[in-house]
């Protein structure tokens, strides 16, 4: 290349910059370019080649700064416009700089004293009143159906005073100012009221989603979200014995608005179908939209270290753009183990639980037989077992126990855990049972809403949070260390176990 066309570049890049003073612009394109004759003892050639050389590196310097430019201003056009797509790629979703505090949350029933006395996690009822506390301008609450008061089961168990005291304090923050939502599912004409009632008497919005007309399910989905800030997640409903008399998880997030406002974003959808007459649109509003998902998660700082978070819903219709299907991310996390796989869920059924007719669903059953043939992966489920489990479910929970024997070598372990019970706590109706949703790996954590059959992901309203996080003392390792307790605790028994050996009517023994 030659000085000449050096100099015409230069002189484009220059003054096509306008973050360059002009003084040295000039400089640039006068002083850097100047043939130095006078002033260094060497011939003409010379001093042109020695010209030549500066003028390169003038131009490469100028060249990456109009890159470096470029680069930013359009980092910063799509931070502003997030919306939009450049060349059909969405763009990466901005890092989370808030220093988010996850913790796991549990309800162990009364009289299950040696799960208390190995507990470092904070009881559901203490997140909860922690999260009221910590109200300052709104509560949004979703929620399959509310019974926070001994009226509703007519039992009168003094175990219920932990829900009544959580109706009571909910009561006092509309009174002082703060904006409390609530979405609950339709509740049948035989279902109890009252505690509603009394929400919308103390001044919170009440909004009922007919989910049942809209997708033939329910809203099954229970989570909280304070100020925009701090949420909880998990299998506890707004229910007395979800707090005293049946075993719970979830997680509680402290201090992450970023998570925290796009849960936000579920809530809405829910506020919205439960007006009127409303159906789900065929392409949701834009402001329903999410940057997050299982192919771009949250960058966070999580307990001090780095993770990945997302949240995915059910069902597939009312995931607006964006947002992953609750069935898509439970696949992923079972596809991508490396490892070992933990799930302790209520019910486990490969097929559609609630529909007329009978109908096979093994999209999830069939992953966990994949893992554990083609990749070699640990698999252990730890399924409930009370009066109410479904007795078709004992069949297909052995079918895939027997994938494991001394020939084949194939790792899949199956366990029932029974909550014990005695006269009077069998008393109380839908109580005593391992209410848990989640599943461990040694790389990701999944903490849903849902049961593992098909209904609860095609036709039920479902929300999951998915963090990846490889070390011990995060999130994951809390829940892993959670599983493995349970799983070697002695409410947890062989598939062949008798219900005379566990003193339980559970239907399956």
């Known amino acids: 290349m030659s000085l000449e066309t050096l100099t ?43 010209a030549e050389k500066k003028a390169r590196w003038v131009l490469l310097v100028l060249i990456l700064a109009v890159v470096g430019f470029g680069a930013l ?16 790629h969405a763009r990466p979703p901005p890092v989370c700089y808030d220093p988010c505090r996850a913790v796991a949350v549990e309800s162990i029933p009364e009289d299950m004293e040696y799960l208390i006395d190995d507990m470092s996690e904070p009881t559901t009822s203490q997140a909860w009143l922690g999260l009221i506390a910590r109200a300052r301008k709104s509560l949004d609450i979703a929620s399959f159906y509310w019974t926070l008061t001994n009226n509703d089961t007519h039992t ?15 009561q006092t923050l509309a009174p002082r100012g703060v904006k409390v939502r609530i979405a609950v599912s339709k509740p049948s004409a035989s279902q109890p009221q009252g505690n509603l009632q009394a929400m919308l008497r103390s001044g919170a919005q009440v909004r009922m989603v007919d989910m049942q007309k809209l997708t033939h399910g329910v809203l099954h989905t229970k989570f909280w979200v ?55 649109p065929s392409t949701w509003p834009q402001s329903f939209d999410t940057r997050y998902s299982q192919e771009s998660p949250m960058e966070i700082c999580l307990n001090g270290s780095p993770a990945l978070a997302y949240l995915a819903s059910a069902p597939p219709p009312l995931c607006p753009s964006g947002r992953t299907p609750d069935l898509k991310a439970l696949l992923h996390v079972v596809d991508t183990a490396q490892d070992f796989i933990y799930i302790a869920v209520m019910n486990y059924l490969p097929a559609m639980e609630y529909t007329h007719t009978r109908r096979f669903w093994p999209a999830i059953d069939d992953r966990l037989r994949r893992a554990a043939y083609e990749r070699g992966i640990k698999v252990r489920l730890l399924i409930s077992c009370w009066g109410h ?15 494991r024997d001394n020939r084949t070598h194939y ?32 790389r990701v954590v999944y903490v849903g809403t849902s049961n593992w059959s098909g209904s609860y992901f095609t036709e039920t309203a479902g929300t999951s949070l998915l963090v990846t996080q490889n070390e011990q003392e995060s999130l994951r390792g809390q829940l892993e260390d959670i599983f493995l307790r349970d799983w070697n605790s002695p409410y947890s028994h062989d598939l062949n176990a008798t219900a005379d050996s566990v003193g339980n009517a559970c239907r399956l023994l």
């Open 411 to 442: 790792d899949i372990q199956v366990k029932l855990f029974v909550v014990p019970a005695d006269e009077t706590q069998a008393r109380i109706p839908y109580a005593r049972v391992n209410h848990n949703k989640y599943m461990v790996t040694e």
């Open 8 to 50: 015409h570049l230069l002189s484009h890049l220059c003054f096509a910059c306008p973050w360059l003073p002009d003084k040295m612009k000039l400089k640039l394109m006068y002083q850097e370019l100047k043939v130095p004759t006078e002033e260094l003892p060497m011939s003409k050639s010379e001093a042109w080649k020695a």
């Open 226 to 280: 304070v100020d925009q800030t701090h949420f909880y997640l998990g299998s506890a409903n707004m229910d007395w014995r979800s707090l005293t008399q049946v075993k719970e998880l979830g997680v509680v997030m402290y201090n992450c608005s970023c998570l925290a406002q796009d849960l936000t974003k579920i809530f809405e959808a829910y506020w919205y179908l439960g007006q009127e007459g409303s159906s789900i």
């Open 73 to 88: 201003m359009t980092q910063l056009f799509f931070w502003e416009f997030g919306d939009l797509h450049l060349f059909g």
């Open 156 to 170: 009168w168990d003094p175990s219920a005073q932990q829900g009544e005291d959580i109706l009571e304090q909910l």
């Open 389 to 403: 489990s479904q007795p078709s479910m004992r069949a297909f929970l052995h079918s895939l126990a027997a994938l």
